[in-house]
């Protein structure tokens, strides 16, 4: 069963690139181990070593966010559509912002 | 409702208003669906913000924090800046935005217009530039007040002591609230309140998924997430993209005849997703969901005309909502 993943700028290193990538899963864990067998460190980067998504990892699976739906253990069927960004919803400038007056936290860099 | 002693006594209390065109259709003798308009862009600068700026000028006021005469310094190209500008020209303080020069000439003028001070940061350097700026001057000026927004409780206490309580009085079988999540606040202040007084309320929240030059720049293991947000606020959250918060914002004022800005289309579209799920379901709801501001400030992007691609293609890399 084919689900389609959509990957972040920052993290097509590790899909040689590619923007979309296809995976299969009954849940988002499955989903997330299925891919890290051909793209190799993926799942390191979304998912931590206790075993949750990382904070600053938004998933969402047909444009609903996972951790509102079981998070890692969330449902999946053929043909949703996976959608993995870093967190800056909301307002980027906003959230740069206040990441930047917060103090003591770091703010997301440009590369 | 009609008068008040000064233009700050008439932020909040805006009308909430059926959409019979776009509710969904619901099937012979099944329970009704109803989507509801809170028209935020009738606060006095036109936008939501006015409430938080007004709740948190009067807590800064109340602490002590901020005294006549002093000077606000907030970096923010958004609603925020217009309406703190408002607030601090009635209230007898100076403000200092700071914003990258590549902001909407609306917003600018705008500003200048109720009387803010503008300061630029080089567009190439984007948001982390501005946000390097703003720390710079704070540092240099430690007697400026930063009221914080995405931190500041009186922002969300805003909306828990008006929004709310407007929204149940003007619907009290209300079953869904669908808000944008920016700051939080409107969604942590009125979906608290709400989920206080009626039993099984949906507080959903909308968040703008913008093109990818917004997020290419964005580092995963040092994102952000607003102090004010409380996730077990909210019932559920959507991401939607810019085209589908295109589609509906063209939706809303070709079918009702509201414009808006664009971050509303996102709303709306979010309302939609649980309208037609409780229809397929079967369920009684009265959805009501928040015109942040109206489309006016917009207008200059062009996304309002010509195709969906287009109107995408216009709003890559900006920060719509």
């Known amino acids: 069963m084919a689900i389609e993943v959509r990957i972040p700028t920052i993290l097509r290193s590790y899909t040689g690139g590619a923007k979309v990538v296809e995976g299969a899963g009954e849940t988002l864990g499955d989903l997330l181990t299925d891919l890290d067998s051909r793209h190799a460190g993926l799942k390191a980067r979304l998912v931590t070593d206790a075993g949750a998504l990382h904070r600053f990892v938004n998933v969402y699976v047909n444009d609903e966010d996972v951790r509102f739906l079981g998070a890692l253990d969330a449902k999946l069927n053929d043909g949703d559509s996976v959608t993995i960004l870093p967190a800056v919803a909301g307002g980027a400038f906003g959230f740069a912002a206040a990441a930047a007056l917060a103090g003591g936290r770091r703010v997301a860099v440009a590369r | ?321």
């Open chain 2, 1 to 321: 409702m009609a008068r008040y002693d000064s233009l700050l006594d008439a932020c909040g209390g805006t009308p909430l208003v059926g959409l019979p065109r776009l509710s969904p259709t619901v099937p012979e003798g099944a329970p009704p669906v109803r989507l509801w308009a809170k028209l935020e862009d009738r606060n006095p600068t036109g936008s939501i913000k006015d409430r938080a700026a007004l709740f948190m000028v009067r807590a800064a006021e109340e602490s002590g924090r901020l005294r006549p005469g002093d000077t606000i310094l907030e970096p923010t190209s958004g609603n925020t800046g217009i309406s703190l500008a408002m607030v601090a020209k009635l209230r007898g303080y100076r403000l200092v935005c700071v914003m990258p020069e590549n902001v909407s000439t609306e917003r600018v003028q705008l500003l200048r217009m109720y009387g803010a001070e503008i300061i630029f940061s080089p567009a190439a350097g984007g948001s982390n530039q501005a946000v390097a700026t703003a720390k710079q001057i704070s540092a240099e000026h430690p007697d400026w007040v930063m009221l914080y927004q995405y931190g500041n409780d009186a922002n969300a206490r805003a909306h828990y002591e008006t929004t709310g309580p407007e929204l149940l009085h003007d619907l009290p079988t209300i079953t869904h609230f669908v808000a944008g999540l920016g700051t939080t606040g409107t969604l942590m202040g009125t979906g608290r309140y709400l989920r206080e007084k009626v039993d099984g309320i949906q507080v959903v929240a909308a968040e703008p998924r913008y093109g990818e030059l917004v997020y290419g720049l964005r580092n995963i293991d040092e994102g952000y997430v607003p102090e004010l947000y409380d996730a077990t606020v909210l019932n559920r959250r959507f991401s939607v993209g810019t085209r589908d918060a295109v589609l509906r914002t063209r939706q809303l004022v070709e079918v009702e005849g509201i414009f808006a800005g664009f971050s509303t289309g996102a709303i709306l579209h979010a309302a939609l997703a649980v309208a037609h799920e409780a229809v397929r379901e079967g369920r009684r709801a009265d959805v009501a969901f928040v015109v942040c501001d109206g489309g006016w400030k917009y207008l200059s992007t062009g996304a309002y005309g010509g195709t969906l691609a287009d109107a995408e293609d216009a709003l890559e890399g900006q920060l719509w909502a």
